[in-house]
């Protein structure tokens, strides 16, 4: 049973087209995040979104939309892909509130790869 | 030994001996630890937390130390195994908030 999901796993892409990245998890959680890890393994968080709405927007080019039709889901749409979009996309999935398993859980990842 | 520079930092041990892998963290206010495991072509996994108002805990085969007052982290495995070969990083967190702050990472080598 996966638990976080992703599609595709990998991306090529050329310059200038605009993709779309699913995320799905079925843990019930109600928060959810995008993160980019670059070629040197750097983890950054992108987007959070908790019940559907967005909480935390890192300082991300507008060309990145992250989009929740509902708590299970958060979907990555990039728009006019540039070469420096190449790198690794993480989504993951965490419980709110105060409670003691507050940590995330990680897809599998997807690369982009853009000519 | 381990290497730090323009590349990721890596640390390479003997199978069965025990591991060390710092972090330094950045935000005096954070108050709950992370460290994952990434293997390769997968996502980051959960190992193991702490709450700052710990200074140790411990899993099998692994335990986690905070130093406050430094700001350091460190990941200790015991009897490494060539499994344990993976990237691992460290992740603050502040006031049961959403954003984690990821360390660099370390690269663990087993030899065998």
């Given amino acids: 049973d996966t638990a976080v999901s992703q599609t595709p796993k990998y ?17 019930g959680h109600d928060t959810m995040y995008w993160y980019k ?6 983890l950054k968080i992108m987007f959070s979104y908790n019940n559907k709405e967005l909480i935390i927007n890192e300082t ?3 060309r990145f939309s992250p989009k929740s039709p509902d708590k299970a889901h958060l979907n990555l749409h990039i728009n ?3 070469l420096g979009d190449s790198a690794v996309y993480f989504c993951a999935s965490s ?21 | 030994g381990e290497s730090v520079g323009l590349h990721l930092p890596t640390l390479s041990v003997q199978e069965g001996d025990n591991s060390i892998i710092n972090c330094a963290y950045s935000n005096s206010a954070s108050d709950y630890f992370i460290w994952y495991k990434q293997e390769s072509g997968k996502g980051p996994q959960f190992i193991i937390d702490i709450r700052s108002n710990m200074d140790k805990r411990q ?9 406050k007052t430094v700001k350091h982290l460190s990941l200790q495995i015991a009897a490494t195994q060539p499994g344990d070969s993976a990237v691992y990083f460290c992740a603050e967190n502040w006031n049961y908030g959403q954003n984690f702050v990821f360390g660099p ?6 030899l065998p």
């Fill in chain 2, 105 to 110: 990472g370390t690269r663990l080598s087993v």
């Fill in chain 1, 11 to 27: 991306l090529v892409t050329q310059m200038g087209n605009d993709k779309s990245i699913k995320c799905e998890q079925n843990l």
């Fill in chain 1, 60 to 62: 991300v080019p507008n």
């Fill in chain 2, 59 to 67: 899993g099998q085969r692994v335990t986690v130390l905070l130093n």
């Fill in chain 1, 37 to 42: 890890q670059d070629s040197k393994k750097f």
């Fill in chain 1, 80 to 82: 006019s892909l540039e």
């Fill in chain 1, 95 to 115: 419980p709110r509130g105060r409670r003691r398993d507050h940590t995330q859980y990680f897809g599998p990842g997807t690369r982009l790869t853009v000519l």
